[in-house]
């Protein structure tokens, strides 16, 4: 019986270590938080941090195993890379696992490989902050401040000017494990929102394309992603930018196999900036959506693939319009119940809830504090504009 490493065992990654039980594979899991559910799952559980290479190293050692999966994760990323480099098992290349999990190296890449790149600098938590404001001056208004390892918008701060600085290095610091930190010039763009989404490659070729318009949410500062719409209402040549650039930068970082994660502005002249191409799944069940949109297993092939053997994507668009609606509440508190509007009910497909009556509620800064998800299908365009622009409406959480 052949084995599996999967790294991660939080909530949206249990379907991965069900899906390789159903496939037939052993199920090894890492995950460091001694209460995360996918040890009842697991077949066998060591409670290891999924970035401590040296602790997954032994076990995959130890277990003999045949692949390593870091489904939906990017912490685990490059440590499930190394390992399964050293053991000889399907792997891409870890120096490109890197620069992808990385944003200044990721940046550094883009400029000299001639991919449209915004002019950034970085610097380190605890920098001289007047020289940080004189670095800031030789960059154009708006800027943007984050983390140089984070992902889903965390830690990012949008500045009209200079005020405000402070704040947005301890707030970008607060979601830095490398305490590395990046300003960048904000893309403006004629296109209404942030394109996101996976791809999958197989032996080099993008084989799914899978790009989507993201949902922001319209409290704080509006840049966590709170859902995913599909067609993004991008137009054709917006679409075939987008993938003649993907595919030349999974060529560049010769990229082998795998879902990635994908991220991307269209500037004025539609010229495409990566924000981010992770190198994992996508979270808040992305994978799980455009399974549904093509009538594929997006999980299935990431086993698979990581197994070693090709994945079967067959890509044939089912009719319909899609979205997913992350649930979140603004403020703490207690969980008492889902409100859904009677105007959209027939249109929820599928509910994913987290949290049972009475639990705690934190106030929604990222995707860890989610609720749930909710995955609606439309008939028409109209229709899901119209669930678009009233998400708060039609949709809200109960607290005690």
Not at 187 to 212: R, T
Not at 294 to 306: Q, R, W, Y
């Amino acid at each position: 019986m052949k084995k599996i490493l999967l790294l991660g065992g939080s909530a949206q990654q249990v379907i991965a270590i069900k899906t390789a039980k159903r496939l037939g594979y052993y199920t090894v899991l890492c995950d460091y938080l001694p209460d995360n559910p996918g040890q009842y799952a697991a077949d066998k559980y060591y409670n290891v941090s999924t970035t401590d290479v040296e602790a997954v190293y032994k076990v995959a050692m130890d277990e003999k195993v045949d692949g390593i999966l870091a489904y939906a994760s990017d912490p685990a990323a490059l440590p499930a890379a190394i390992v399964a480099e050293r053991l000889g098992l399907p792997s891409n290349p870890s120096a490109s696992v890197a620069v992808l999990g990385v944003k200044h190296n990721f940046r550094k890449f883009l400029s000299e490989n001639a991919f449209a790149c915004p002019r950034n600098f970085t610097f380190n938590v605890g920098a001289d902050i007047e020289e940080v404001k004189e670095k800031i001056q030789e960059l154009d208004f708006p800027i943007v401040v984050k983390p140089t390892d984070s992902s889903g918008s965390k830690g990012v701060t949008v500045l009209k000017s200079a005020e405000g600085l402070n704040a947005a290095i301890a707030w970008a610091e607060s979601y830095s494990r490398n305490k590395i930190l990046i300003v960048e010039e904000f893309i403006e763009s004629n296109f209404p929102a942030v394109i996101g989404g996976d791809i999958f490659v197989w032996d080099g070729q993008i084989i799914l394309y899978g790009e989507m318009s993201c949902l922001r949410g319209n409290h704080g500062n509006g840049l966590v992603p709170i859902g995913e719409r599909y067609p993004g209402g991008m137009n054709e040549k917006q679409i075939n930018n987008i993938h003649t650039e993907l595919q030349r930068l999974i060529t560049a970082l010769d990229i082998r196999f795998g879902e990635l994660n994908i991220e991307i502005l269209l500037d004025k002249e539609d010229n495409v900036h990566f924000l981010e191409v992770g190198p994992r799944a996508g979270g808040n069940m992305i994978p799980i959506q455009l399974s549904d949109i093509f009538g594929i297993d997006l999980v299935e092939a990431n086993v698979l693939a990581a197994m070693g053997k090709k994945p079967s994507i067959n890509q044939q668009k089912k009719k319909g319009y899609f979205v997913t609606y992350v649930l979140h509440s603004y403020q703490n508190g207690k969980f008492d119940g889902v409100f859904i509007s009677d105007l959209i009910i027939d249109n929820v497909y599928r509910k994913e809830i987290y949290k049972e009556k009475g639990d705690l509620v934190e106030t929604f800064d990222g995707a860890g504090k989610a609720i749930g998800i909710l995955f609606l299908r439309f008939d028409t365009e109209m229709e899901l504009n119209l669930f678009c622009a009233n998400t708060e409406k039609l949709v809200s959480i109960s607290l005690m």
